[in-house]
């Protein structure tokens, strides 16, 4: 069974995405900041992560920072407010692996999350 973790802070927005993924056939964890998403990260029990920029504690750049530093490299797509160019160039460059804008659509975020999970196994198989 494939395992998501969201790293998000708002509550609703959370719930959302964990209940879409889960119709999906998901298993899904959330982490509510960014230490929680470290240490479940540290964990291994996920194969790919949806990470806000603004998180509590420690912020998503840092986790993202971490995980990437640590030789993570299990799909790490950023969903976040920040529409700027050079926030999504400069996540990229850190190592995401997608980066999509709040507000979005579910359909959206599925089609990364499916296309980052079909590369991945892609990648394991070669």
Partial sequence: MTQILIAE???RLAA???KG???QGFTTAIAQD???AINIARDGDFDLMLLDLGLPIVDGWA???ELRSQGETRPIIIVTALKDNRDKATAL???ANDYLTKPFHFSDLLERVCTQ???ARTQTKS
């Fill in 9 to 11: 802070d708002e509550t």
């Fill in 16 to 18: 959302f995405i964990e």
């Fill in 21 to 23: 993924l889960r119709k």
């Fill in 34 to 36: 960014g230490q929680q």
């Fill in 63 to 65: 986790v993202l920072k």
């Fill in 93 to 95: 460059s850190m190592g």
């Fill in 117 to 119: 999970l079909e590369a």
